[in-house]
Each structure stands twice: as structure tokens, then as C-alpha cells.
T-cell receptor, first 112, second 115 residues
């Protein structure tokens, strides 16, 4: 399975933008880039995904490098409720449902 | 619209016993996956069920088994419990044909403690 690399932790201030990086240098052309987050005492929650182009939704934006070897999850205006572990995951797009391979993720700390 | 429902929320078992955890998928989903999450770690994929069959399996021993019912709900069974099986067990559901784009919906998990 293609692997991802994320910083162990990051800290940001409330109401400021947050950029969470992810490296995936061995990504294949058929892998989607997915982001999930896990709030304390909850199961993971889908955030956003993309293949080649940048993506926006109500929760976040995903910026994908032109060579697809890295991506950045952008929270435009962090709140205390965004404090969570964020996971960057590659998901094969070839059909069928695949198990997700989670790493240790990035623990995002939001300071008031 | 109810999401993924797991039961029980907490469970304490003795080493060597057997345990069954239950999961009801999100309405409209047909695929159920199970994950084990040890403290401080990311979830680890156990297996996935679709059309009542195990379709994929992670690196877990045969003590871990499962079942999917015609209504898409699922059970995870663990035999001969070890202390190391203590973890949060997560169930995730998806729609097989578009899980790569629509993502997975996770339950809040069952916290299993083996003593």
C-alpha cells in the first residue's frame, strides 16, 4: 500500500487558517487522496478527498501538488471544535470498497 | 438519518473469553468494515464485508471473525481474548460502488477492555 507521511502534531490559534501537510511520494495514478479527522472519543469523520484538482467543501479545502506527491488540507478559519487528529489516506480508485490504511495522523491543537 | 450504530459502547471481558460486537450501517450503505484502534494509534483495518461475504482482510489472526446479515448489519467476533485485544473497535459503512468518492461513515466505537 502507498504510504503517507504527516507531522505528528501542529498547533494553531483560533480563527486563523491551518495548513496540514501530507507527503505521499509513492502515490499511483489511480489513488484518491482522502482526509479524515477524529475528534476525542469519536470515530473518524470524512473531511474531503481529491484526485488531481484542488477541492473545496463546507469543511475544508484540499490543495494537491501538480506531481501529486504531496497535498495540504486547509482549514480556513480554525475553531476549538477543529482540534482533532487528522489522517491523510490514499485510496485505490480501481473499483470496489477498500479498507482504509491509517497512519498516526497529525494531532492538531487549537489555542484560544 | 441515523449514521452508523455500534453496540455495546463499553465492554469488559476476561482473558480467554469470547466477545461479539454489533454494527448497524448507515441507511443506504451495503458494505461494513471493522477497525481496531489501540490507545494513541490510528485505526487498523480488520476486515470488510459485502454481500454477506468477507471481501478483504487485514493482518489479524483467525480469532477475529465476522458476519454480515441480509439487512447489511454486521457482527465482529473475537475468540480467546488476549490482554492485547483491549482497544476501541470501530465499524465503518460505505456504498461499495462509490466508496472512493463518497467516503466511509464511522460509528463511535465499542471500547473493549480485557482483564
Amino acid at each position: 500500500d502507498a504510504k503517507t507521511t504527516q507531522p505528528n502534531s501542529m498547533e494553531s490559534n483560533e480563527e486563523e487558517p491551518v495548513h496540514l501537510p501530507c507527503n505521499h511520494s509513492t502515490i499511483s495514478g489511480t489513488d484518491y487522496i482522502h482526509w479524515y479527522r477524529q475528534l476525542p472519543s469519536q470515530g473518524p469523520e470524512y473531511v474531503i478527498h481529491g484526485l488531481t484538482s484542488n477541492v473545496n467543501n463546507r469543511m475544508a479545502s484540499l490543495a494537491i501538488a501538480e506531481d501529486r506527491k504531496s497535498s495540504t488540507l486547509i482549514l480556513h478559519r480554525a475553531t476549538l471544535r477543529d482540534a482533532a487528529v487528522y489522517y491523510c489516506i490514499l485510496l485505490y480508485s480501481g473499483g470496489g470498497a477498500d479498507g482504509l490504511t491509517f497512519g498516526k495522523g497529525t494531532h492538531l491543537i487549537i489555542q484560544p | 438519518d441515523a449514521g452508523v450504530t455500534q453496540s455495546p459502547t463499553h465492554l469488559i471481558k476476561t482473558r480467554g473469553q469470547q466477545v461479539t460486537l454489533r454494527c448497524s450501517p448507515k441507511s443506504g450503505h451495503d458494505t461494513v468494515s471493522w477497525y481496531q484502534q489501540a490507545l494513541g494509534q490510528g485505526p487498523q483495518f480488520i476486515f470488510q464485508y459485502y454481500e454477506e461475504e468477507e471481501r478483504q482482510r487485514g493482518n489479524f489472526p483467525d480469532r477475529f471473525s465476522g458476519h454480515q446479515f441480509p439487512n447489511y448489519s454486521s457482527e465482529l467476533n473475537v475468540n480467546a481474548l488476549l490482554l492485547g485485544d483491549s482497544a476501541l473497535y470501530l465499524c465503518a459503512s460505505s456504498l461499495a460502488w462509490n466508496s472512493q468518492t463518497d467516503g466511509y461513515t464511522f460509528g463511535s466505537g465499542t471500547r473493549l477492555t480485557v482483564v
